[in-house]
């Protein structure tokens, strides 16, 4: 029985985590997302640059694989909406330039804040997988790099580069612990750019990736969300606002994290399941439902788009901010 014991912890503690990364959903309510919810997590500054403004946030998408037209029109409206321009009085609230805002809260050690806005800069595809479809991360390195070198895309210190991989395309340690990532890179001498990741989860991980529009694959079984766009589409939405998050307020592994300078905790990783006010373990908070469709948000983009979003720590409040 001791050793039985014995055995049994580790797999108790290794649960524990994953139950803590992709929780069950239970019910959710009916009322707008707001508010903080109270976290001990603090983020610390360590003095490094940011991603700050005024100029935007330039994205740089490469699409590695086969994507549907409702793929590449959601996730072009999802950039579309950071322009606070595409928000008027009349329009409904919250937004996705509002989700941002808590972003600019985050400041250099000059007190330069984060940039207020995130743009779609320019976007190609590769239909014809031409690194394959089982791909290393440096790999993605590749495929960046081939870009800006034959001009396609230009060098932009300010920019993301940013490769999406289709759902029938296996990255290196996607789904396994990571949703996405992000990291720098030297292209040439002394010109270093951000580069990021996001895989489709749709068939690879869709309890661990888009959840709570899936079934979690770890913790008590519960009833999926309806996703507004496809739970793949809206799964790779969510880990995109956390990667962006990431690389705005820690581009080169020097700005704001806790923990492990290989595996810190970031702006949003920092609020794992927090997607609205109220949340707790299993329940990712509450949230607007759609009542002829079902489907759970809590912000709104353009062209009527509904998203949701994780929560991101708040440096001012020092807690988890659902929704600006």
Same mark, same amino acid.
């Given at each position: 029985?001791? /050793? ?9 503690? %290794? ?26 997590? %603090? ?7 940011? /991603? ?11 699409? $590695? ?21 595409? $928000? ?17 809260? $985050? ?27 089982? %791909? ?19 060098? &932009?210190?300010?920019? %993301? ?6 759902? &029938? ?43 709570? $529009? ?73 949230? /607007? ?22 929560? /991101? ?12």
């Amino acid at each position: 029985m001791r /050793m039985a014991n014995q055995l049994l912890k580790p797999l108790l503690s %290794i649960l524990t985590i994953f139950v803590t990364m992709a929780i069950a959903p239970c019910s959710h309510g009916l009322n707008q997302p707001s508010s903080l919810v109270t976290t001990s997590t %603090i983020l610390k500054y360590h003095r490094g640059p940011l /991603m700050t403004g005024p100029s935007s946030i330039n994205v740089y998408v490469i699409w $590695y694989g086969a994507f549907s037209h409702t793929h590449t029109a959601t996730i072009s409206d999802f950039f579309a909406s950071f322009d606070p321009s595409k $928000y008027p009085a009349s329009r409904q609230q919250p937004t996705v330039g509002g989700w941002w805002k808590t972003a600019g809260s $985050y400041r250099d050690n000059t007190g330069k804040p984060v940039s207020g806005t995130v743009r779609l800069a320019k976007q190609v595809g590769d239909v014809k997988y031409s690194l394959g479809k089982n %791909i290393k991360r440096v790999d993605i390195v590749k495929l960046i790099e081939n870009k800006i070198i034959h001009k396609v895309f230009p060098f &932009d210190p300010k920019g %993301i580069y940013l490769v999406l991989t289709a759902r &029938d395309v296996t990255v290196e340690r996607f789904c396994m612990g990571s949703c996405g990532f992000h990291d720098s890179v030297l292209v040439s001498s002394r010109r270093t750019v951000i580069y990021a990741h996001v895989g489709d989860p749709q068939t690879q991980c869709p309890g661990l990736c888009a959840w709570p $529009y899936a079934v979690p694959a770890y913790g008590p079984p519960g009833p999926a969300l309806v996703a507004p766009n496809g739970v793949g589409i809206d799964g790779m939405v969510m880990n995109i606002a956390t990667i962006l998050a990431g690389a705005a307020t820690n581009p080169l592994k020097t700005g704001y994290f806790q923990g492990d300078v290989l595996a810190p905790l970031e702006a949003v990783t920092a609020c794992p399941g927090i997607f609205g006010s109220g949340a707790y373990p299993g329940y990712p908070g509450k949230l /607007m439902v759609n009542k002829r469709s079902k489907v759970s948000y809590n912000v709104y983009g353009v062209s009527s788009r509904m998203f949701l979003l994780p929560a /991101m720590w708040d440096p001012l409040s020092l807690t988890c901010k659902a929704v600006a």
